[in-house]
């Protein structure tokens, strides 16, 4: 059974990796496939409870070069200032924080931990794709720096069973990360 975990939203921030149109979308230059369209409905609650409960949301964009040598592993995908760089509909709030990042890892070259410690954040609530690739190199950061990790297992995709199971183990295993699905994740201002 996963984990309930009670979370204060005055330390904490909803991170959402990478749900961008090349990603999520039939018709993007690297779908995930149908787990990331079965994530969709489920960040979307998560984002409105935690936007009800003033959680910090932020949201991250893989922002590549035309000519970027991550192309080589990955194939041409979320070229900035392209469609397919963008957040997808469902889940873009213009309001939300977004992190423009060139590597797997919100963290790396970016100013993501700066903004969450001006924000007095120590937990983060990390959601979206791909759980083996993106989400884990940002738990491995996040870990790094000391920040409480907390994945609901039912808000990530990977590219195969394989890589969503490697992910979560090792989120779970090596970082102690919490592994969790979001309906048992609840908020509150009382200290845990």
Known sequence: MPKEVV???EISA?????????????DGALFVGDAAKDIIPRIKALIEEAIRKKVQLIFTQDWHSPDDEEFEVWGRHCIRDTRG???IDELFLKEAYVVKKQKYSAFFGTDLDAHLKEKGVGTLILVGVTTNICVLHTAIDASLRGYETIVPEDCVAALS????EYGLRHIKS?????????GNIGFSNLER
């Open 161 to 164: 069973d394989y890589g969503q």
């Open 7 to 9: 979370v204060n939203p």
């Open 85 to 87: 760089a963008e957040i």
């Open 174 to 182: 090596v970082l102690k990360g919490i592994i969790t699905s979001s």
């Open 14 to 26: 909803l991170i959402v990796i990478d749900m961008q149109k090349d990603f999520c979308y039939e």
